[in-house]
């Protein structure tokens, strides 16, 4: 705690490993405390979206960490760095070292346990003080450009949150744009999310939470062929549905992949 107010305040990967809402609300209003009337709120926000990619990625270590049955910590790190390293090397050659976003992703049992982000860019609206402006996001996702003058601080930033809204689906995978397309998904995704949260590398998998993946997975690859035939993100989706099978059939599944490799949701993983 301090008095002193600062042009600055800044909070980079904190939001996201908040268990409580009214935690992370009372860190955000702290910030805006601590920040000088005409100052700057920098701070990095998980999206549902966004985090999805790495759900399915550490879902994906489970299954090969079951079949080769690898049981020391120390070996799982090891074995799991070399499977994600053409990962990372994927999404840039400027990303953390694979060891690094293992221990901090992958083998982060807090982090996948978190189903769905208790503050993001929706709860942070509900806590916006009438006085602050959204100056800027990364990345930019806006599509309508009205006149700025013509507008207050609450239009303004309605304006953004709506946006986001209508964009948000393009959070799922950093190359990969559905234009203008107000599909929701959150459902699906929230449905996956919370069995793959039950799911740990010591427990046998339920025969019947693989099926629900598999099939809650099979309709959203479906929902975004309908808007963009053969698009990346259903070509990694169906490769993992493959791979779930395979599992299932306890036939050996592949520590290689063609399209699963790419998929990368925008987030602050790396």
Known sequence: DTKEKFDYTILENAFG????KKDAVLIFKKLNKFTKKNGTIIVTLLN???IFALKLKYFYAVMLVKQNKISNFDNRLNFLT???KSHLNYLSKNARKTEKWVLDTILNQ???????PCFDFFELK???NKNLLIKS???KFFVDYIWFKNMNIKKHNDNIFKQLFNQQLNFIDFETRFLFDKLILSSNINKINQIISRIDFDTRINLKDLN?????IKIISKKLNTIVHNNKVSLALNELIKIIIKFKKNKKIPLKTKNFYKLWGIGTHA
């Open 82 to 84: 070399k499977i994600f």
């Open 212 to 216: 629900k993946i598999q099939q809650e």
């Open 137 to 139: 996001t990364a990345p």
């Open 110 to 116: 807090n982090f996948i346990n978190i189903t769905k």
């Open 17 to 20: 490993g908040f268990r409580k």
């Open 126 to 128: 509900k806590n916006l």
């Open 48 to 50: 549902l979206y966004g």
